[in-house]
């Protein structure tokens, strides 16, 4: 069985929330909407304190090329234009929408029918999907149309459907796979036909076999369409480990892109929504979210308007378990601390991961006792034990030497320690200065010119 060769572990999955169907929660009374939902540049507001919106009424615009629209999720009045907190506790400029009823817009097709055909060219599907705000739902939270948008000199020969879902806890995707198999490859197949390639791959591990069943029947139909069972090892759903693992070419260090060896990367959520922009005009105004933690009384997979408070999903899990606890946006292994739970369900949100009792809290570090195994489970072939060591001292060229930038924060390294140093977040606050400095070379260098 396929998986890619290079590092990676095996942590203890606890998909508790794997068998839980996808329910549709509850419409919240006030929504909040970040206008950066997305990397790249802020959205800007186009309408005003006052206005009456509907959903999937577009309420920001994209501010330039690598941007992404925002759209109403509940219908009612804006109430404020103003900066709110987000889970780490930062102000982000957002739009207030307080709900008063569920209009929406009325070029939205809300049936259950599955659509098969489309007449659009690739250049209108990409253009759908602009503006309907589409980006990366597995967390990266890149604009998708601007990742179908192939520079010069590239071409792509196939699009990979990322199922792997390899962080512990999390099943959204699965869950997506499982109920919604039909419309994640029509989605895929909408992909293909954007980029004018005729072979899609999609790669789920062997741990979710309802979810392979259900997209290998569906697929049967399209010979393109491989379904490609993945061996389990985190982080297979890394994009360069998926394309290691499903076609055996290796993308090269930064700033090499997946579309260097021929692949264009989409979640599996993100596919579903780049089917309900194309084939049913709606934007992306919701998603689905695990909420899940061994001390929650009910896991859940549940289907969120954007916007919704963080809390309101935790209560309905069952609410936060006595004692310590931390509380993830996204899984244990990638996912950031909140500190505000209030915050609200964004795009990139796939999972909210509750950690509690002696998982909530980090073990002493100790002297590092030189036993490499840090170097054998990156999945990047780095060093993390020299680069975290190069952050404390601030040794910025050694750390650009040594290929900082190729570490892709999968916490591979710190979760395999035995000494319980904080590697990740060392080689975070690394990577984050020396592409920093990348990016202000690059600028001097174009002020010259």
């Given at each position: 069985?396929?998986?890619f060769?290079?590092?990676g572990?095996?942590p203890?999955?606890?998909?508790?929330?794997?068998?839980?169907?996808?329910?549709?929660?509850?419409?919240?009374?006030?929504?909040?909407?970040?206008?950066?939902?997305?990397?790249?540049?802020?959205?800007?507001?186009?309408?005003?304190?006052?206005d009456h919106?509907?959903?999937?009424q577009l309420?920001?615009?994209?501010?330039?090329?690598?941007?992404?629209?925002?759209?109403?999720?509940?219908?009612?009045?804006?109430?404020?234009?103003e900066?709110?907190?987000?889970?780490?506790?930062?102000?982000?400029?957002?739009?207030?929408?307080?709900r008063?009823e569920?209009?929406w817009?009325?070029?939205?097709?809300?049936?259950?029918?599955?659509?098969?055909?489309?007449?659009l060219s690739?250049?209108?599907?990409?253009?759908?999907?602009?503006?309907?705000?589409?980006?990366?739902?597995g967390?990266a939270?890149?604009?998708?149309?601007?990742?179908?948008?192939?520079?010069?000199?590239?071409?792509?020969?196939?699009?990979?459907?990322?199922?792997?879902?390899?962080?512990?806890?999390?099943?959204?995707?699965?869950?997506?796979?499982?109920?919604?198999?039909?419309?994640?490859?029509?989605?895929a197949r909408?992909?293909?036909?954007?980029?004018?390639?005729?072979?899609?791959?999609i790669?789920?591990?062997?741990?979710?076999?309802e979810?392979?069943?259900?997209?290998?029947?569906?697929?049967?139909?399209?010979p393109?369409?491989?379904?490609?069972?993945?061996?389990?090892k985190?982080?297979?759903?890394?994009?360069?480990?998926?394309i290691?693992?499903?076609?055996?070419?290796?993308?090269?260090?930064?700033?090499?892109l997946?579309?260097?060896?021929?692949?264009?990367?989409s979640?599996?959520?993100?596919v579903?929504?780049?089917?309900?922009?194309?084939?049913?005009d709606?934007?992306l105004?919701?998603?689905?979210?695990?909420?899940?933690?061994?001390?929650?009384?009910?896991?859940?997979?549940l289907?969120?308007?954007l916007?919704?408070?963080?809390?309101?999903?935790?209560?309905?899990?069952?609410?936060?378990?006595?004692g310590?606890?931390k509380?993830?946006?996204?899984?244990?292994?990638?996912?950031?601390?909140?500190?505000?739970?209030?915050?609200?369900?964004?795009?990139?949100?796939?999972g909210?991961?509750?950690?509690?009792?002696?998982d909530a809290?980090?073990?002493?570090a100790?002297?590092?006792?030189?036993?490499?195994?840090?170097v054998?489970a990156?999945?990047?072939?780095?060093?993390?034990?020299?680069?975290?060591k190069?952050?404390?001292?601030?040794?910025?060229?050694?750390?650009?030497?040594?290929?900082?930038t190729?570490?892709i924060?999968c916490?591979?390294?710190?979760?395999?320690?035995?000494?319980?140093?904080?590697?990740?977040?060392?080689?975070?606050?690394?990577?984050?200065?020396?592409?920093g400095?990348?990016?202000?070379?690059?600028?001097?260098?174009?002020?010259?010119?």
């Amino acid at each position: 069985m396929k998986t890619f060769r290079k590092g990676g572990i095996h942590p203890s999955e606890n998909k508790l929330s794997a068998g839980a169907a996808i329910e549709e929660f509850a419409l919240p009374d006030v929504v909040v909407l970040p206008l950066s939902q997305h990397i790249g540049a802020p959205a800007t507001p186009v309408v005003a304190v006052g206005d009456h919106v509907v959903v999937g009424q577009l309420v920001a615009e994209a501010t330039g090329f690598v941007s992404a629209r925002v759209h109403a999720s509940v219908s009612g009045t804006v109430v404020a234009i103003e900066p709110r907190l987000n889970p780490q506790g930062i102000k982000q400029p957002a739009i207030v929408i307080r709900r008063e009823e569920d209009q929406w817009a009325p070029e939205i097709d809300r049936s259950q029918r599955v659509v098969t055909e489309c007449v659009l060219s690739g250049a209108e599907i990409i253009e759908k999907i602009r503006r309907a705000g589409i980006v990366g739902l597995g967390g990266a939270t890149f604009p998708t149309h601007v990742k179908l948008t192939i520079p010069a000199g590239r071409k792509a020969e196939f699009v990979i459907v990322n199922g792997a879902e390899c962080e512990p806890y999390l099943t959204s995707d699965q869950r997506v796979m499982t109920e919604r198999s039909g419309e994640v490859v029509e989605g895929a197949r909408l992909l293909a036909k954007a980029l004018g390639v005729t072979r899609v791959l999609i790669g789920i591990e062997n741990n979710k076999p309802e979810a392979i069943a259900r997209m290998t029947e569906a697929a049967a139909r399209y010979p393109e369409i491989e379904v490609v069972p993945l061996r389990m090892k985190y982080p297979q759903g890394g994009e360069k480990q998926l394309i290691a693992a499903l076609t055996g070419r290796e993308v090269p260090p930064p700033p090499a892109l997946p579309i260097d060896v021929g692949a264009v990367v989409s979640n599996a959520s993100t596919v579903l929504a780049v089917y309900e922009a194309v084939q049913k005009d709606k934007p992306l105004v919701e998603r689905v979210v695990t909420v899940t933690g061994k001390g929650l009384k009910e896991p859940k997979n549940l289907l969120v308007r954007l916007g919704t408070p963080m809390s309101a999903l935790i209560e309905v899990a069952g609410g936060l378990p006595e004692g310590d606890c931390k509380v993830l946006g996204g899984g244990p292994m990638m996912g950031r601390a909140m500190i505000q739970l209030d915050a609200p369900v964004t795009k990139g949100c796939s999972g909210i991961t509750v950690l509690s009792g002696a998982d909530a809290s980090r073990q002493p570090a100790q002297t590092c006792i030189k036993c490499a195994k840090c170097v054998a489970a990156c999945p990047m072939g780095l060093e993390p034990y020299l680069l975290s060591k190069g952050a404390q001292r601030q040794k910025w060229e050694a750390l650009e030497a040594g290929d900082v930038t190729s570490c892709i924060e999968c916490g591979c390294c710190q979760a395999t320690c035995p000494a319980h140093l904080p590697l990740l977040d060392w080689i975070r606050l690394g990577k984050q200065t020396v592409s920093g400095m990348i990016r202000a070379r690059a600028m001097a260098q174009t002020s010259r010119k």
